[in-house]
């Protein structure tokens, strides 16, 4: 299989759902059928954190959660552990700044999906030029999910890339709810990602009917 193309990216972007035991009150299998269900275009399986899973544990739940995305193909990626998305032959991986070198990551998946977080411009042209197929950007807004997030920064970084003519996919992540997600694509992102405003819903299917529409209507 050749590199996703970029006009296949971008839609598969569009509502990109990321979630680990950690992020949820019921059932992660649950959740993870609602959010299909609901819309969801792509899944990241990121297992990190307090009370997150490890070993054996973590490599039996990450092949459930893509065997339920496979089946209703969804792509399955996989933060930061390379070795599990390669022993489960994941549809790609997304890496942080801090997980090592992205060509390297890029070399051990071939033309599997690679996503990388970016935070300013430098890390944002490197990224690009060691292999990303799409680049994540936040936190847009403040998020208590991530323990180590670094300041919210709207969609400033967003709009200024795609004013200098950078056309490579963006998701925009962080505090994204059904309320705030227009202006990131407003301002140019293909999409946002999302954490609690499924994984800790009451009614997760709701929310990510809601999310969609949203983000439909934010296009036109
Ligand atoms: N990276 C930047 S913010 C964030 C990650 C993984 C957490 C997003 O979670 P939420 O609940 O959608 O704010
Ligand atoms: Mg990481």
């Known amino acids: 299989m050749p590199r996703i193309s970029k006009e296949q990216m971008q839609s598969l972007l569009k509502l990109y759902f ?3 035991s950690n992020n949820c009150r019921i059932e992660p299998e649950l ?4 959010a299909i269900e ?5 899944f990241q399986f990121r297992e990190k ?11 039996q739940f990450a092949k459930q959660l893509k065997s339920i995305c496979i089946s209703q193909k969804i792509p399955f990626i996989v933060n ?6 390669l022993a489960l032959d994941a549809d790609g991986v997304h890496i942080g700044q801090d997980d090592g070198s992205v060509k390297e990551v890029r070399k051990r998946i071939g033309d599997k999906i690679l996503g990388v977080s970016t935070h300013n411009l430098e890390e944002v042209h490197s990224a690009i030029a060691d292999g990303a197929d799409y680049l994540g950007i936040g936190p847009i807004y403040t998020t208590t999910t991530k323990e180590d997030a670094k300041k919210a920064q709207g969609t400033t970084l967003i709009k200024e890339l795609r004013r200098i003519g950078i056309e490579i996919p963006i998701v925009g992540i962080g505090g994204i709810t059904s309320e705030n997600a227009a202006p990131v694509i407003e301002n140019g ?8 405003e499924i994984s800790l819903a009451d009614h997760p299917l709701e929310n990510t009917r809601r999310l969609l529409n949203t983000i439909n209507d934010s296009f036109i």
Do not use: F, R
């Open 18 to 20: 990321i979630m680990g």
């Open 189 to 196: 992102g293909n999409g946002v990602a999302v954490i609690s």
């Open 38 to 42: 609901g819309g969801i275009s792509i």
């Open 49 to 59: 954190g307090t009370d997150s899973m490890a070993g054996e544990e973590k490599y």
């Open 80 to 85: 930061d552990d390379i070795e599990l998305a």
């Open 31 to 34: 959740v993870l059928q609602q």
